[in-house]
């Protein structure tokens, strides 16, 4: 009988055991699930250099902060190798200095957390590829976090070279205050002077010693997106997919098929190249700031039942690509 009542406690306590077990193993799961591998990185507009602090917060608290100028890239193209395994961000506080504008910018601004929650469940072969030590190789996204003149401030997700999508894009307050300065005890120009690093490029030194204002036009029309359709004809079969760059540093990578046009919403294209094909090259297309304006043109004059359509052929003659925009109308006619 006493033999009968051990086993009993024992069985209970073994099933007591495997339940605490099973709940922390689904505690870790569930903990697992709801955070993911990535960096940031900050990059400024060419010739218009910040210094700041950036911070990416999840909704448990946890933050991935980027501060002073030290690793800052280019607006669009900043890179950081220091992943992270945490929670989403929802959220973005900025607080910098734009030297050149001389002025100080701040703001904690509301991230579209469904959008990038999406974005990062979603099976995507371009996905960035980080090698940790122990882990060997572990597939992350970038969030590249873009300052121009004026305040106004883009996020991006960045996968491999080819992949790179918006998430957002705010405008920030100016400030009087600074972290560097947090007493006003300096001016705005003895704050700038302090900060600006004269081992930059004499051009860069130069905008400076002469005070030329910033450039806030060109990057707004670099930012700015358009709705058309991009159409690829007379390709061969064995140029079957061609990567794009866009003005406001949008990357993706399309497939090229017969009969099939896709529907953009980005900027305007900067570059194609398509994949490798005969002796292992490419054909490669750049354009100029020009393409910009003449989508603006474009567009001023389009008429609301009508869509842009950017046509992308392939000149079997010259074993090259051309591109040209119209409209759907345009091309029905």
Same mark, same amino acid.
């Given at each position: 009988?006493? /033999? ?38 900050? &990059? ?7 210094? $700041?602090?950036? #911070? %990416?917060?999840?909704?448990? *608290?946890?933050?991935? =902060? ?6 800052? &890239?280019?607006? *669009? ?10 929670? /989403? ?13 001389? !002025? ?14 999406? /974005? ?7 996905? $960035? ?5 122990? !882990? $060997?190789?572990?597939?992350?996204? =970038?969030?590249?976090? &873009? ?6 401030? =883009? ?21 009087? !205050? ?46 700015? !997106? ?28 399309? %497939? ?10 980005? &900027? ?16 490669? %297309?750049?354009?100029?700031?020009? +393409? ?11 008429? #609301?039942?009508?869509? /842009? ?15 040209? +925009? ?8």
């Amino acid at each position: 009988m006493r /033999l009968h009542k051990l086993i009993l406690v024992f069985i209970i306590i073994s099933i007591i055991l495997v339940a605490l077990n099973i709940n922390k193993y689904n505690d870790f799961q569930s903990w697992k699930s709801d955070r993911h591998y990535y960096t940031a990185a900050v &990059g400024f507009a060419e010739y218009h250099p910040i210094d $700041g602090v950036f #911070t %990416l917060k999840a909704k448990n *608290g946890e933050k991935f =902060t980027l501060f002073n100028n030290e690793d800052f &890239g280019y607006w *669009g193209r900043a890179y950081n190798l220091d992943l992270e395994y945490m929670q /989403l961000p929802d959220s973005l506080s900025a607080h910098w200095v734009a030297l050149r504008e001389r !002025k100080i910018f701040k703001g904690t601004f509301e991230l579209p957390y469904q959008k990038i929650d999406s /974005l990062f469940k979603m099976s995507n072969p371009n996905r $960035g590829v980080f090698d940790i030590y122990g !882990k $060997g190789d572990v597939f992350a996204y =970038t969030f590249i976090i &873009g300052i121009e003149p004026d305040g106004y401030i =883009t996020l991006w997700i960045e996968g491999n070279y080819k992949y790179q999508k918006e998430i957002a894009r705010f405008k920030a307050e100016t400030t009087n !205050k600074y972290i560097e300065n947090a007493t006003e005890q300096e001016s705005i120009d003895e704050l700038t002077e302090r900060l600006f690093d004269r081992s930059q490029t004499r051009q860069l030194d130069s905008i400076f010693k002469y005070n030329i204002p910033a450039d806030t036009t060109k990057w707004k029309n670099y930012s700015k !997106k358009y709705y058309y359709y991009l159409q690829f004809e007379n390709f061969p079969t064995n140029i079957y997919a061609m990567n794009m760059d866009f003005f406001n540093e949008e990357k993706d990578e399309f %497939l090229i098929k017969k009969d099939t046009k896709y529907f953009i919403e980005s &900027g305007v294209p900067l570059y194609l190249k398509t994949n490798k094909f005969e002796n292992d090259k490419d054909i490669r %297309l750049k354009f100029s700031e020009e +393409l910009t304006h003449y989508f603006n043109k474009k567009k001023s004059v389009l008429k #609301t039942s009508d869509t /842009l359509v950017f046509l992308v052929k392939y000149d079997e003659l010259q074993k090259s690509m051309y591109s040209s +925009l119209t409209t759907v109308n345009e091309i029905n006619r």
